[in-house]
């Protein structure tokens, strides 16, 4: 479970087992350690030292933001972290054949993701078949990519498609009808940029 903490004075602990939000007005809510994937904090949260280290020791990242989701940093554990494994990445990060092949199987991953939400809603939207066709054809391209600039010009046409497709099988409310940022000004971008 992701933990999103929003309210101005609430204060994040541990106890009996429990991870707590302690909001101002004295109310409380209370969380199975075990459930907790990742936090976001946002505005003025306070954290305990206890909860601190529980998330340090069973690598739970917390992420910080302020009120207007702007970024500010993370607290990260160092449990899992490998020297060996470090020192393998930053020689393998000069390697452009290895970079353009992992960046090629991260964008078809990405886009054969697209292509399965695609494809729950498809039967109930009949012109959603054109978009998927088109995002099939950027799939295809990926797996060929001479470069990473070729790649981040497939990628973002597949992703302008499946935002598309997304359009058709939301409410009209939430249409998306281009990215914006700082402050977003619709709710679908408002969405994004808190995922």
């Known amino acids: 479970m992701f933990l999103y903490v929003v309210k101005h004075g609430a204060v994040l602990g541990i106890s009996d087992g429990l991870l707590t939000v302690k909001y101002p007005d004295k109310s409380a809510e209370a969380f199975p350690k075990n459930t907790i994937e990742e936090i976001a904090v946002f505005s003025k949260v306070t954290i305990t030292t206890a909860c601190i280290e529980f998330c340090l020791m069973n690598n739970i990242n917390v992420g910080f933001f302020s009120l207007n989701s702007r970024y500010y940093g993370r607290l990260t554990s160092v449990v899992n972290t490998s020297v060996t494994n470090l020192r393998k990445q930053i020689t393998l990060s000069s390697d452009e054949s290895y970079i353009l092949e992992i960046a090629r ?3 078809h991953a990405k886009i054969s993701n697209q292509l399965v939400i695609a494809n729950r809603y498809s039967s109930n939207v009949p012109d959603l078949m054109e ?3 088109e995002v099939k054809r950027l799939k295809r391209k990926v797996v060929n990519a001479e470069s ?4 981040i010009g497939f990628e973002g046409l597949a992703s302008k498609y499946y935002f ?3 359009s058709k099988v939301i409410v ?3 249409a998306f009808n281009g990215r ?3 402050p977003a000004v619709d709710p679908f971008n408002c969405m994004l ?3």
């Open 180 to 182: 914006n940022r700082r």
């Open 131 to 133: 978009i998927k066709n």
């Open 105 to 107: 199987r991260i964008i």
């Open 193 to 195: 940029n808190l995922g």
């Open 172 to 174: 009209n409310d939430f």
């Open 164 to 166: 598309q497709a997304l």
């Open 148 to 151: 990473i600039n070729q790649l």
